[in-house]
């Protein structure tokens, strides 16, 4: 039974991170859906703990199951009932009688073996991305992205917001901090996607996170990791987020591993922050931090040609950074996700957007505002429909998420640089993949 131990998750390529187990070929016959679509919540005791499971089928049948909101493994469709029946608490004479599978017994214990190894140790971080999407031809009709990255606003709209998500079958919520949030509404706000039984986490300036105690209470209410953004060096750093939240970084991610929950740290790439990487992966091993997420800022042609360390990247640019970025785990004890590249018009927008984030931590995920507006992680900033207002399903047929279901229910490459996971999501060079949020 093949699972990762803590250090094969630190130094293990990403296209080998989503595992692909019991997923026969499609012609098989014992292949018919019988669990409902939808996302299964459970939380299970083992070795005297409990760990969390999120089991979330597909339209087909298949599904992902996700352990201590940190591992991930593809089941397929028999593979997927067996697991739903066991975490049901389904007596095994009863599903080893019902479940037509060649060798049942064996997919008992392959599914049993699985439930007790996954999330070992538990890190409490997901990872999801489309840079090894579905190993297949098949058509995986996904029923909704994995993650939604919400602006917090009135406390009525949002835990409204945070049900509909959880009843479309998102079982990941990004909190998106802002200095105009107060830390009470913004510790309600995580407590209240827990309750739900959703995977949490935070993205925030560490400066805003200092006061407050804000950190520890956020870890009594079960958050599970914080993203706080890094400027790489000093110089860039002050100037990007300022002087006060340079000082505070450091605290701040102790606190948070201190807390039990995961540091995550969002890297802007900008002509400097490239250049000073390699000598900074020593400071990300001095914080103890594993996992980074990266956005490339891109210039359109009217940038200035002086060029500077805070100039965007060139369009040309951007393959080789993506490759730059994707080969760090080789070499590092890093997992890394590539963010949408985000499109500056001049200095001020880029300084704007770098504070702000990118619009959504990864290709499987939509961003929400404080009004219930659905925005996809590419293209312009164009809502695609109101989750108040609207069904999910209707928002999800939307044009603007097209691209995206094809990328992912089926394997892409371009033959320029076949290679290169991340191209499964959209080629960093291609302007239809950008971020454009002006």
């Not at 940038?303 to 070499?331: G, H, N, V, Y």
Request: charged fraction near 25%; aromatic fraction near 8%; hydrophobic fraction near 40%.
């Amino acid at each position: 039974m093949p699972h990762f131990t803590g250090d094969d998750r630190m130094t293990t390529a990403w296209t080998k991170r989503i595992k692909s187990w019991l997923v026969p070929s499609p012609s098989a016959p014992h292949l018919a859906p019988n669990v409902p679509p939808g996302i299964y919540h459970y939380q299970c005791e083992r070795d005297s703990e409990y760990i969390r499971f999120h089991l979330r089928i597909e339209p087909n049948g298949e599904a992902l199951l996700i352990a201590g909101a940190s591992e991930v493994a593809r089941l397929s469709r028999v593979g997927a009932e067996a697991a739903k029946r066991l975490l049901d608490a389904e007596d095994r004479n009863a599903l080893v009688a019902s479940i037509k599978h060649p060798n049942v017994q064996n997919l008992y214990r392959e599914v049993t073996s699985l439930l007790d190894e996954l999330g070992r140790p538990n890190s409490r971080f997901p990872i999801f991305n489309l840079s090894d999407p579905i190993d297949s031809t098949r058509d995986a009709k996904l029923i909704a992205p994995f993650q939604a990255d919400v602006e917090i606003g009135e406390p009525e709209k949002l835990h409204a917001v945070l049900r509909r998500l959880w009843d479309a079958g998102i079982p990941h919520v990004r909190l998106l901090h802002a200095p105009t949030v107060r830390t009470s509404e913004l510790v309600r706000a995580a407590e209240h996607a827990e309750d739900i039984g959703m995977i949490a986490g935070v993205r925030a300036l560490a400066n805003w996170l200092h006061p407050d105690r804000q950190i520890n209470q956020l870890a009594e209410v079960g958050l599970d990791y914080v993203v706080c953004p890094w400027g790489m060096t000093q110089d860039l750093h002050r100037e990007l987020f300022g002087a006060e939240d340079y000082e505070a970084l450091p605290a701040v991610l102790e606190q948070i591993r201190q807390w039990e929950m995961t540091p995550v740290v969002e890297l802007p790439l900008v002509a400097e922050t490239i250049d000073a990487m390699i000598a900074s992966m020593q400071q990300l091993t001095d914080w103890q931090v594993s996992h980074i997420e990266c956005f490339a800022l891109v210039a359109p042609e009217t940038w200035p040609a002086i060029r500077s360390s805070t100039t965007p990247f060139a369009p040309a640019e951007l393959k080789q950074i993506a490759a730059f970025i994707e080969e760090l785990p080789d070499e590092h004890p890093l997992q890394t996700i590539w963010l949408p590249p985000l499109v500056c018009r001049d200095y001020d927008s880029l300084r704007e957007r770098v504070l702000q984030g990118p619009r959504a931590g990864g290709d499987v995920t939509v961003h929400v505002d404080v009004n219930g507006e659905v925005f996809p992680p590419r293209g312009p900033r164009i809502s695609v429909g109101n989750l108040l207002h609207e069904s999910w399903d209707r928002i999800w047929q939307e044009v603007a998420f097209r691209r995206f279901r094809e990328h992912v229910e089926a394997n892409t490459r371009c033959s320029d640089c076949p290679g290169l996971a991340i191209c499964a999501a959209d080629c960093p060079s291609d302007p239809r993949g950008w971020t454009v949020d002006d």
